[in-house]
């Protein structure tokens, strides 16, 4: 079992850019594929982000050019740095953890955070 704290977010403004963090606890973060995922208030929870074991990335077309996900392995954190944020990018985000392949379907993965607040304003 792995324990995922998410951190960064924050009420920023349309144009700004944040820093998401998920740190991870009892599992190393690199030998396992991790995702971000967000749900905005009464939409389903949507994919944004993945990134492999290898170091690939796959990006949700919302996402493409905007963000970009990483990891310290050193830190056992992954980041996803999202840039010229929109209003529609408010949602709560959180960060998962795949025991497999990673997939844009929240059922591939088993561990996840408690989220973190992003709220854009126009």
């Known amino acids: 079992q792995v324990k995922l704290v998410e951190s960064g977010g924050g009420l920023v403004q349309a144009g700004d850019s944040l820093r998401l963090s998920c740190a991870a606890s009892?599992?190393?973060?690199?030998?396992?594929?991790v995702a971000w995922f967000r749900q905005a208030p009464e939409k389903e929870r949507e994919f944004v982000a993945w990134?492999?074991?290898?170091?690939?990335?796959y990006y949700a077309d919302s996402a493409k050019g905007r963000f970009t996900i990483s990891r310290d392995s050193a830190k056992n954190t992954v980041y996803m740095q999202m840039n010229s944020l929109k209003p529609e990018d408010t949602a709560v985000y959180y960060c998962?953890?795949?025991?497999?392949?990673?997939?844009?379907?929240?059922?591939?993965?088993?561990?996840w955070g408690q989220g973190t607040q992003v709220t854009v304003s126009s």
């Open positions: 009892g599992r190393t973060l690199s030998n396992y594929a």
């Open positions: 990134l492999r074991r290898s170091g690939s990335t």
């Open positions: 998962a953890v795949a025991p497999g392949p990673p997939a844009v379907v929240g059922g591939a993965y088993d561990d």
